[in-house]
């Protein structure tokens, strides 16, 4: 926020209110006339998209000032989480990755506290965006234009501006506005380079996905597990064996990871089992997974088989909240919709 305090209407430059506008036209605006009557069309149309246009070419931020000046331990650490090995930025001549140009004129968390960040007008148009139902944001493109490298101690000052918003349009996130804000940064008070940053503020589209959430996800069956889902739809568990060396693999795996051997058999689990770990999920909220299928918290449980070998499952039997460590449990086979069959474990004692 700018110095500007309370969030009356802005007098903006100059502008003269365009009528089938509706109030807040602020920026230059001059229509009239001809102007107008084409204006009330486009009003008709897309009223918003009016308002929002006034505010092409007003400030969203003014005299902004980075917050420390070109450094060599910030281009280091850039470079090092890019992976960058560019000895250009490196030694006595360093100069900072030219990519970085964003970077220096970041608020980081705090934010510009100086008075120098967002202006008033952007957050003007946030809330006129907000107010009309297109509350998501998401950022889609930047641009970047540089004019001089930035090195070691040079002082970052820069200027944001609106430059466009576009006519509303439908994406697969759903439908909104793309504004584009362009940010002059100069270094030692020269031009050094633009950074363009496009986001798209949207109204999320309608998810139509209620019946599907109701059921739990399908197992992806390939040629490494077939033979465990065929097992399931058997009513038995088979756990792999390397013929090999014998070790024992769940979940089922191409090779052997002991002696890296291909070939094996299966031994059939004989249903005994404990709880190794378990965790109770919260939230999100997944009805299909919660044992009513009312969408409350369920227990998702590690079991340790007789066999040794060890199972992600759901216990069933006892409250989520009463499963423990050390549990003893038996395998069941849950029906958990008409095409899906798992194997889960019930608690062998009340809990
Ligand atoms: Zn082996």
Redesign the pocket.
């Known amino acids: 926020m700018s110095g500007a305090g309370g969030e009356g209407p802005r007098a903006g430059a100059a502008g003269p209110r365009v009528g089938a506008v509706g109030p807040r036209s602020g920026a230059e605006g001059t229509r009239a006339g001809a102007d107008a009557s084409r204006s009330a069309e486009t009003a008709e149309r897309d009223e918003l998209f009016a308002q929002l246009r006034a505010y092409e070419g007003r400030a969203a931020a003014t005299a902004g000032r980075g917050k420390d000046p070109v450094n060599e331990p910030m281009i280091r650490h850039w470079c090092e989480a890019v992976g960058d090995a560019s000895p250009a930025y490196r030694g006595p001549d360093a100069v900072a990755p030219p990519t970085m140009l964003q970077a220096w004129t970041m608020g980081g968390l705090s934010g510009h506290t100086d008075g120098t960040g967002r202006s008033a007008a952007y957050d003007e148009m946030f809330a006129l965006l907000d107010g009309a139902g297109y509350t998501s944001v998401v950022a889609t493109d930047c641009e970047q234009e540089y004019l001089r490298p930035l090195r070691p101690g040079d002082r970052i000052t820069f200027d944001t501006v609106i430059e466009s918003v576009s006519p509303r349009k439908t994406t697969k996130l759903g439908t909104g506005y793309f504004v584009t804000t362009r940010t002059d940064v100069r270094a030692d008070g020269e031009p050094a380079g633009t950074h363009r940053f496009r986001i798209l503020k949207y109204r999320p589209a309608q998810r139509t996905e209620a019946p599907e959430s109701a059921r739990r996800p399908r197992p992806v069956i390939n040629r490494d597990n077939s033979g465990f889902w065929a097992g399931v739809a058997e009513h038995r568990l088979l756990i792999q064996r ?6 024992l693999r769940l979940p089922w795996l191409p090779g ?6 291909a070939e094996w058999d299966t031994v059939e689990a004989g249903g005994a089992g404990t709880v190794f770990s378990h965790v109770v999920m919260h939230h999100p909220s997944f009805p299909a997974f919660a044992p009513d299928g009312d969408g409350g918290p369920y227990a998702v449980a590690l079991v340790e088989l007789a066999e040794g070998v060890r199972i992600v499952s759901n216990v069933i039997g006892v409250p989520y909240d009463k499963v423990r460590v050390g549990m003893p449990v038996h395998l069941e086979f849950l029906r958990t919709d008409p095409d899906l069959e798992l194997p889960v474990f019930r608690a062998s004692e009340g809990g």
Do not use: R, Y
């Not at 052997?256 to 051997?261: D, I, L, Q, T």
């Open positions: 390397c013929t090999d060396c014998a070790t052997c990871n002991a002696c890296g051997g």
